[in-house]
């Protein structure tokens, strides 16, 4: 019994011990930060602790669906931040001094802001992570866009990338994969447009006497701009015109472009051949007949250029 106790007593003392170094520990860590203003108290029992939140799973976001568009919002976990309390800036000692910079939740409702204005479709949720490959070529058109996107950077604009292929093939899924890198966890301005509803877009601006290029401007600004399912339409005309101004434009500004098409790559008509008349076009099954010589030498430049193999099944059939 008498042993029982000094055992017990043992015991209690070393759990004592343990705690008086844990908050030797926890003193010496924060000793440089003691008497700042309250804030940093805030920022700091934020790092001793990480919060799991089971909503967003600690990225600060969530991403809803209207009956258009993707629409990311802060998480109820974000709402009142616990490193700032709020205020959106942070101090921290640079130099012997103490400055002001800010808080990184003032940077996510940026980047938050950014992701809605892409106006990403409401169908097109995905990420790189729940892209699965069922080829050697899907798996290519993943690590580049992830590689595009991932590594993009605003002073050194990137190359874009081209993926043609089948339907049901994940074109679309990596073209929204990376518009959602870019601009929640890059912050940079981009826009997903499918080429059906650019044509759409610049005819309702010429109905409130825009001209061309002032339609054309929401798509030549971004610094990333995605157009799906190129190569549909009349390949004539105004449509034409319409695609070959805005090639053209980011082109020469130098701005990442990043595409997807059902149409073939490459330029493998027959000698002497015309597929450029409008009427034979129509038949063709490759891209550069759809959208013309043009612009389809100023994409080869600006783009790396993926092909998803025809045969390719369509996985939403599988």
Not at 8 to 32: F, I, M, N, Q, V
Not at 96 to 102: A, I, K, L
Request: aromatic fraction near 8%.
């Amino acid at each position: 019994m008498f042993r029982a106790g000094k055992d017990r007593c043992r015991g209690l003392l070393s759990s004592a011990e343990d705690e008086r170094a844990a908050r030797r520990s926890e003193k010496t860590l924060l000793s440089p930060f003691i008497g700042r203003p309250a804030s940093d108290g805030r920022q700091w029992n934020a790092m001793k602790r990480r919060i799991q939140c089971s909503l967003c799973g600690d990225a600060g976001y969530i991403i809803d669906k209207n009956n258009e568009f993707c629409v990311a919002r802060l998480c109820a976990c974000q709402k009142r931040c616990a490193v700032c309390g709020g205020s959106g800036y942070i101090y921290e000692k640079q130099g012997g001094y103490e400055v002001v910079r800010e808080c990184s939740c003032t940077a996510r409702s940026r980047r938050i802001r950014l992701f809605n204005a892409a106006r990403i479709p409401a169908r097109c949720d995905g990420t790189f992570d729940n892209f699965t490959p069922r080829s050697k070529e899907m798996e290519l058109a993943k690590m580049t866009a992830a590689a595009t996107a991932q590594g993009y950077q605003k002073e050194h604009p990137s190359r874009g990338f081209i993926i043609s292929g089948p339907v049901g093939t994940g074109k679309t899924h990596l073209l929204c994969a990376a518009l959602r890198w870019l601009t929640l966890e890059a912050g940079v301005t981009a826009r997903y447009v499918e080429i059906s509803f650019l044509y759409s877009e610049i005819k309702d601006g010429f109905s409130h006497g825009q001209s061309v290029l002032e339609a054309l401007q929401p798509l030549i600004e971004p610094d990333v701009l995605a157009i799906d399912e190129i190569g549909r339409g009349n390949c004539k005309g105004f449509e034409l015109e319409t695609f070959d101004e805005l090639i053209a434009r980011r082109y020469n500004t130098r701005k990442t472009t990043i595409l997807a098409t059902n149409f073939r790559l490459g330029d493998k008509r027959p000698a002497g051949s015309n597929y450029h008349d409008p009427i034979e076009a129509q038949a063709s099954p490759y891209l550069v007949d759809r959208i013309g010589p043009r612009s389809w030498s100023r994409i080869s430049e600006m783009c790396h250029c993926l092909e998803i193999p025809p045969e390719t099944e369509d996985y939403r059939r599988l």
